[in-house]
């Protein structure tokens, strides 16, 4: 009965990524659910601004995430692309800008004699990059779940290299809230934009659906054969056998999802290089943890340690980190 019941969710999720948003259903259990005539259980997880359908919150209720088909135009992702290989070519310096490479040798797209750039973190001073973050067409639905004063809190421009026979191009399951030392949980929301069509055979994300219900797990380095990504943590422990769902998409295609939603990425199989941008956004009414003596204290040391190297200075702490990155992108700010 529970196989069947995991095949039944498989199959509704997957409805839902097929469909246009105007006719997603969703499920609670092994059925398909109607919406509630009393939406007040909805509250916790999304806002009723008057975008979202009763059955598109009730699908992130049930599920953590939300697609939204053909939301960002192709002019901004064109934009978005040649701005990256700007970065590449160094032809631009972005401050505070962090820029990762594949820990194992793939050739740059770009440059010549350069391992490939596999992620730019933390373009908050880069207007053009940034400018994702402030699209009305983004903003408006982040706003279904952050409320009206939104913060930017974390961004990535993420370039999944063609896989060098070593799977280092996958990113391990993990949750979100591992790198986030603030709160409420349910009001933080990422945004990620496929910036061409993202597969399985490209490395498309994997959601474990439902999984925002739970607890932020224990993460650490995965034990992988071949190495893994610098601050590529993974969940200690997961169910193998809870329902996974590929995440196919197309360019312009946007993904929201829970900071609890356990999430990864499987290796990029085919030659060219994987794009997709995103950013983290929480309510200014979020409030800074200390997470020492937790299980995000491994973060905040690595974490800590990079920033002392970057900045060249010391006692730099895990809340500074943060506090320095985040932008008010809508609304007033309130405590972040």
């Not at 009001?187 to 910036?195: D, G, L, N, P």
């Not at 939603?261 to 929480?282: D, E, P, V, W």
């Amino acid at each position: 009965r529970s196989m069947a019941r995991a095949a039944e969710r498989l199959r509704l999720v997957v409805g839902h990524i097929d469909r246009s948003p105007s006719s997603i259903v969703s499920f609670c259990g092994d059925k398909i659910s109607e919406a509630p005539a009393d939406s007040s259980s909805l509250d916790r997880y999304s806002f009723d601004t008057g975008l979202l359908t009763p059955q598109q919150r009730l699908f992130y209720e049930e599920n953590g995430f939300l697609l939204i088909r053909n939301l960002v135009s192709e002019g901004d992702i064109e934009r978005f692309r040649k701005e990256f290989e700007r970065i590449c070519r160094q032809e631009v310096k972005v401050p505070g800008l962090v820029v990762m490479r594949d820990v194992a040798i793939a050739k740059s797209e770009f440059v010549r004699d350069q391992k490939a750039v596999s992620k730019l973190q933390d373009f908050q001073e880069d207007p053009e990059l940034f400018r994702y973050c402030s699209l009305p067409e983004i903003l408006k639905y982040v706003e279904c779940f952050t409320g009206p004063n939104i913060m930017a809190m974390h961004t990535m421009l993420i370039n999944k290299p063609p896989d060098a026979g070593k799977k280092t191009s996958r990113h391990p399951l993990h949750q979100d809230l591992h790198y986030f030392p603030f709160r409420p949980t349910d009001r933080i929301v990422c945004s990620w934009t496929a910036m061409e069509k993202v597969t399985r055979q490209n490395g498309c994300l994997v959601v474990l659906p439902g999984t925002h219900k739970s607890t932020l797990q224990e993460h650490d380095y995965p034990e992988w054969e071949g190495g893994v990504n610098k601050m590529y943590h993974g969940v200690r422990n997961y169910d193998p056998d809870h329902p996974k769902v590929y995440v196919e998409m197309e360019k312009g295609d946007t993904v929201f999802f829970h900071p609890l939603l356990i999430h990864g990425s499987g290796m990029n199989q085919t030659q060219g290089f994987r794009k997709a941008i995103s950013c983290h956004y929480a309510s200014s009414d979020c409030y800074y943890i200390d997470v020492k003596g937790t299980t995000q204290e491994n973060i905040e040391n690595e974490v800590s340690q990079i920033a002392e190297k970057k900045y060249g200075m010391g006692d730099v702490s895990f809340m500074d980190t943060w506090a320095i990155r985040g932008r008010l992108v809508q609304g007033e700010r309130i405590s972040m």
